[in-house]
């Protein structure tokens, strides 16, 4: 009995702080392929494998560099996979003008092909590691480059990331030598935004990008874990199709009788509408990001945000609803929040 606890002490102390495992603990997701083809290969297609990708990957995948810049003057991009990339000198630090020094826009977005600012002519070191990265410790300089703040064992999000160092497990294949998260929080660690806590912060109409557990902590889901509805190796838009289905049935069937039930669009077009932000807004109340706050408040009056001032510093927060004109007007442009409003109140008691 004793000597069990011990156990569990040990593997509790050494899976939840890896950084304290030794960096050769931890094998590469390479090396879980033989055994986990299926979740290696959903793995690749997500977007945490990508999250940091050096020069040599990067160049193959077509993207555009910022003014003046060849592939030679690269040594990382970030991200590139689903929504924008950004790039990394030779000496480490994310670029923020073209190559000779001037002004120019150094963030490529993917869905529309333009580029954004982003942080314009400042030296800006790569300090994103907590949340990019394999077994991130904030010590010392990745590659020996200047501008790369902290060392890891892998770049991108890999297997041990979330499962911890893979060793022990290879010497002895079984459950007992590999941990498993299910909380949201194992997520939420870097799907997150000043904390964990139910305030999403905004900034220009819209939320900002990666907030989900802000959200959902904010929403009415808040007690339900992310892999409730999201196989975790799998791209979001591979979710399933009917996965309000299978905890709200009543509404989906009644639901799929009505003139927008019918013509096909999906729960999430009203209760996840594109209220966040990452690198484009398309429209007015149309950003990228889908919301995970899902309750709708049908008051025409209601307000999406609010500010809260802190030692003489103003900061924009979501509430916990999603309004109309975000929830209905992508759709119904020529509309506005009154109508909306007067549509919405018992949607799903209409036919
Ligand atoms: C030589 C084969 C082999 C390799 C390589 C391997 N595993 Fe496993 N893995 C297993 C076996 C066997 C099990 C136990 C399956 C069972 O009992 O259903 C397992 C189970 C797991 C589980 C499920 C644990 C649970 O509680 O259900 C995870 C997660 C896992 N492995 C992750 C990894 C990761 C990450 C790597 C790479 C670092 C890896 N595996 C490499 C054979 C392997
Ligand atoms: C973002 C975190 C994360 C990453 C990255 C990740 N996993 Fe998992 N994995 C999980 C979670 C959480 C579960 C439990 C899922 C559940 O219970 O529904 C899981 C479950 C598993 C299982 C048990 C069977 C299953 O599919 O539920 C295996 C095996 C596994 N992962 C292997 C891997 C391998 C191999 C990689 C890398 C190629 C990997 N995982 C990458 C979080 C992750
Ligand atoms: C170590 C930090 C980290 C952890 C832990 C983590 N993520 Fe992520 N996640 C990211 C980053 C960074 C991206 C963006 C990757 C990219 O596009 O380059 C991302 C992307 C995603 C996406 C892809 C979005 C899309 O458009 O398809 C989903 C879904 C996702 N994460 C879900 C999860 C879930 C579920 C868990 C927990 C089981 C989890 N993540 C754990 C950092 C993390
Ligand atoms: C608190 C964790 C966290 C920090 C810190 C963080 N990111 Fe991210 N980042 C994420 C997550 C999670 C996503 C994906 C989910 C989302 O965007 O809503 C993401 C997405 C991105 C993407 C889009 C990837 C793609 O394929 O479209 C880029 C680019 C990016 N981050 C760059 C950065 C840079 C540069 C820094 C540091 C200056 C940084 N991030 C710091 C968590 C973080
Ligand atoms: C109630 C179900 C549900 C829960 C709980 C949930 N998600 Fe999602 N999530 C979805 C659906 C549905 C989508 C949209 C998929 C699509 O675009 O087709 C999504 C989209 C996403 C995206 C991509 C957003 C975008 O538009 O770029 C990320 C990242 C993500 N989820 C992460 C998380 C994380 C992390 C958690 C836990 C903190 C979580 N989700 C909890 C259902 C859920
Ligand atoms: C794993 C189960 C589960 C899934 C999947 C799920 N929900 Fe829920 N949902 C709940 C629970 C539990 C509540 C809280 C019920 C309550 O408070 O009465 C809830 C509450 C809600 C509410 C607020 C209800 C109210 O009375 O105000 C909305 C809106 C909602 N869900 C929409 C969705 C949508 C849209 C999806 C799909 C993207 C979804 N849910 C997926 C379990 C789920
Ligand atoms: C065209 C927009 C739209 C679509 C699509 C939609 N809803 Fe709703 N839903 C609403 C609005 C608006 C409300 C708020 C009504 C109110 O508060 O009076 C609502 C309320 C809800 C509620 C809580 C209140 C209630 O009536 O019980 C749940 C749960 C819900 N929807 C689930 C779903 C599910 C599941 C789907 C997909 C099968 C879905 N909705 C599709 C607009 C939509
Ligand atoms: C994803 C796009 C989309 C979203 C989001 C959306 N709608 Fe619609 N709506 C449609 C389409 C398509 C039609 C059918 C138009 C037609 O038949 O001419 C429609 C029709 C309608 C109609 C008239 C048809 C009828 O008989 O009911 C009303 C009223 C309406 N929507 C209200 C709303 C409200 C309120 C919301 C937000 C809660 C909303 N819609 C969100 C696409 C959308």
Same mark, same amino acid.
């Given at each position: 009995?004793?000597?069990?606890?011990?156990?569990?002490?040990?593997?509790?102390?050494?899976?939840?702080?890896?950084?304290?495992?030794?960096?050769?603990?931890?094998?590469?997701?390479?090396?879980?392929?033989?055994?986990?083809?299926?979740?290696?290969?959903?793995?690749?297609?997500?977007? +945490? /494998?990508?999250?940091?990708?050096?020069?040599?990957?990067?160049?193959?995948? @077509?993207?555009?560099?910022?003014?003046?810049?060849?592939?030679?003057?690269?040594?990382?991009?970030?991200?590139?996979?689903? @929504?924008?990339?950004?790039?990394?000198?030779?000496?480490?630090?994310?670029?923020? =003008?073209?190559?000779?020094?001037?002004?120019?826009?150094?963030?490529?977005?993917?869905?529309?092909?333009?580029?954004?600012?982003?942080?314009?002519?400042?030296?800006?070191?790569?300090?994103?590691? /907590?949340?990019?990265?394999?077994?991130?410790?904030?010590?010392?300089?990745?590659?020996?480059?200047?501008?790369?703040?902290? %060392?890891?064992?892998?770049?991108?999000?890999?297997? &041990?990331?979330?499962?911890?160092?893979?060793? &022990?497990?290879?010497?002895?294949?079984?459950?007992?030598?590999?941990?498993?998260?299910?909380?949201?929080?194992?997520?939420?660690?870097? +799907?997150?935004?000043?904390?964990?806590?139910?305030?999403?912060?905004?900034?220009?109409?819209?939320?900002?990008?990666?907030?989900?557990?802000? #959200?959902?902590?904010?929403?009415?889901?808040?007690?339900?874990?992310?892999?409730?509805?999201?196989? /975790?190796?799998?791209?979001?838009?591979?979710?399933?199709?009917?996965?309000?289905?299978?905890?709200?049935?009543?509404?989906?069937?009644?639901?799929?009788?009505?003139?927008?039930?019918?013509?096909?669009?999906?729960?999430?077009?009203?209760?996840?509408?594109?209220?966040?932000?990452?690198?484009?807004?398309?429209?007015?109340?149309?950003?990228?990001?889908?919301? +995970?706050?899902?309750?709708?408040? %049908?008051?025409?009056?209601? #307000?999406?945000?609010?500010?809260?001032?802190?030692?003489?510093? @103003?900061?924009?927060?979501? @509430?916990?609803?999603? =309004?109309?004109?975000?929830?209905?007007?992508?759709?119904?442009?020529?509309?506005?929040?009154?109508?909306?409003?007067?549509?919405?109140?018992?949607?799903?008691?209409?036919?």
């Amino acid at each position: 009995m004793e000597k069990k606890l011990l156990l569990l002490v040990i593997f509790g102390i050494s899976f939840s702080l890896p950084s304290l495992a030794l960096a050769n603990d931890y094998v590469g997701s390479e090396s879980c392929f033989e055994c986990h083809a299926e979740q290696y290969n959903k793995w690749q297609a997500s977007g +945490h /494998p990508w999250k940091l990708r050096t020069a040599d990957k990067a160049r193959y995948a @077509k993207l555009p560099l910022p003014p003046g810049y060849a592939w030679d003057d690269i040594s990382y991009v970030i991200g590139g996979a689903i @929504k924008k990339a950004r790039y990394i000198d030779k000496q480490g630090y994310i670029i923020t =003008t073209a190559k000779d020094g001037s002004e120019a826009k150094t963030q490529y977005n993917l869905e529309d092909g333009s580029w954004s600012f982003y942080h314009k002519g400042e030296k800006k070191p790569y300090k994103c590691g /907590p949340c990019h990265m394999t077994a991130y410790s904030p010590e010392g300089h990745q590659d020996n480059l200047e501008g790369m703040i902290g %060392t890891w064992a892998e770049d991108g999000i890999s297997c &041990e990331e979330c499962h911890g160092p893979g060793m &022990e497990h290879l010497r002895k294949p079984s459950k007992e030598t590999i941990k498993i998260d299910t909380t949201a929080d194992a997520c939420g660690k870097c +799907h997150q935004r000043g904390g964990m806590g139910p305030e999403p912060p905004a900034k220009g109409g819209f939320i900002r990008h990666h907030e989900q557990i802000n #959200e959902l902590k904010a929403g009415v889901h808040k007690d339900l874990n992310c892999i409730d509805c999201h196989n /975790p190796h799998e791209r979001a838009i591979l979710t399933s199709k009917d996965i309000c289905a299978e905890c709200h049935d009543g509404i989906a069937q009644s639901y799929a009788k009505t003139t927008h039930g019918e013509q096909g669009t999906g729960c999430i077009e009203c209760h996840m509408p594109k209220a966040g932000k990452s690198a484009i807004s398309v429209a007015s109340y149309t950003g990228d990001v889908r919301t +995970h706050i899902f309750k709708i408040n %049908t008051d025409a009056n209601a #307000e999406m945000f609010k500010e809260v001032e802190e030692k003489g510093k @103003k900061t924009l927060f979501a @509430k916990n609803a999603v =309004t109309v004109e975000y929830t209905c007007l992508s759709c119904h442009g020529s509309r506005d929040k009154d109508w909306a409003a007067k549509h919405a109140k018992n949607f799903h008691a209409m036919k």
